[in-house]
């Protein structure tokens, strides 16, 4: 595993990139975190962790265009502050949040398995319809629809009808 990016938190509040040698924004951060980089932020005169200070930090600037949580939620967090949520946050969001990546890769797998199999279905059709060309001769014998009348016959009456009524005008003449 790669070594964490180490980042400097000086007390101006400015954050110092170590390994670039230059000084960064929290942006930034959160793209080398969204490129699946770890990072570690230490305050600059302590040498105290406050990587997860700088990362709430991020989320909540994030968070001002799309309310990350709702209002109810934000309420709970501060009445019931370290208590409760702090292990909830701890030893349950971690693991319903991996499970549920993991259970979204499972179904665009899934889904993507699906559409191979949708094109191998295509594929199978037309080699099923390929193999019963020998049967085709003896379908054709069979045409798919019944012959059409004729064209000076009205097409509601049937043929001995029509031969009925033309003996009929002849014998009136």
């Known amino acids: 595993m790669a070594e964490p990016l180490l980042i400097k938190k000086y007390e101006n509040r400015r954050l110092y990139d170590t390994e670039k040698?230059?000084?960064i924004r929290l942006d930034d951060i959160a793209g080398f975190i969204k490129q699946g980089r770890i990072v570690k932020v230490v305050?600059?005169?302590?040498?105290?962790?406050?990587?997860?200070?700088?990362?709430?930090?991020?989320?909540?600037?994030q968070s001002k265009e799309n309310s990350l949580l709702p209002v109810s939620m934000l309420h709970m967090i501060i009445q019931y502050g370290d208590?409760?949520?702090n292990d909830f946050f701890e030893n349950y969001l971690q693991q319903i949040l991996n499970n549920y990546l993991s259970?979204?890769?499972m179904a665009d797998d899934s889904f993507r398995?699906?559409?191979?199999?949708?094109?191998?279905?295509?594929?199978a059709a037309q080699e099923t319809i390929h193999k019963m060309t020998p049967l085709r001769r003896f379908m054709d014998m069979f045409p798919d629809k019944p012959p059409a009348p004729s064209s000076s016959a009205p097409q509601d009456?049937?043929?001995?009808?029509?031969?009925?009524?033309?003996?009929?005008?002849?014998?009136?003449k």
């Open 83 to 85: 208590n409760v949520l």
């Open 103 to 105: 259970y979204r890769a």
């Open 113 to 123: 398995q699906w559409l191979d199999l949708g094109m191998d279905f295509s594929q």
């Open 21 to 23: 040698s230059t000084y």
């Open 43 to 61: 305050d600059a005169k302590t040498n105290a962790d406050v990587t997860a200070f700088i990362l709430t930090q991020i989320v909540l600037e």
């Open 157 to 172: 009456e049937a043929p001995d009808r029509q031969k009925a009524k033309s003996r009929g005008k002849k014998m009136e």
